[in-house]
């Protein structure tokens, strides 16, 4: 019996990895927009606008949301066209990213609700929204960092310059989030500009390597 017979592989490509996240980001993704509710059917006649109005905080709470994992899927897909071996270590770091990203209607949830009202309800809900954004991005960042150092897992190795360099620029959106859970108890509106705006800095800054 030969070698690659008696044992199993260790290293396996990442087709079912990438099958199986696309699955959740779509289920993710698709149950932001149930939150999204339409204005009582007894508004009186002309005040529809106004009570579309007042509903921003969920249009604004789904569009951020949308917008997020919108950008994780893409440079999921990114990272792991780089990454093309996969072991038990980054399978379950992959899990850890789905747990957050499954958890984010939740949080989208809360800040729908609160965030018009203002006050300590609406800091707690954007805290909780910052928070859940944090973990996903250690997640993220933790995935890239595994693959990184054990380069077996890359199409192509890297050197340890570039390897620092792009564990450092995939992982600066982690501190920004982090940041926002603080941002949130002084102002939530302005916690969820910062977060759609982070998830527009990733949607330009996708994972990149270059051999040096």
Known sequence: MSESAAEPRRDQETSRI???SDGVFAIAITLLVLELKAPAS???????????????????????SFAVVGVMWVNHHSM????????????F???LLLLWTALLPFPTALVSEYLGEGGADAHVAAAVYSANLTLA????????????????LLARPMSPGAERASVLRFSVGTFVYAATIALSFASAPVTLAVQFLIAL?????????RVT
């Open 201 to 209: 800095y990733y949607a330009f800054e996708q994972v990149r390597s």
């Open 93 to 95: 770091l992959n899990l």
């Open 80 to 91: 792991f066209n780089q990454i093309v071996r996969a072991d038990r270590g980054l399978m």
């Open 18 to 20: 990438e099958a199986f």
């Open 42 to 64: 007894d508004v009186a006649h002309g005040e529809l606008w106004a009570h579309l109005r007042d509903e921003w905080p969920q249009f604004a709470a789904y569009l951020t």
């Open 137 to 152: 991005a250690i997640a993220f960042s933790l995935i890239w960092a595994y693959a990184v150092r054990r380069g077996r």
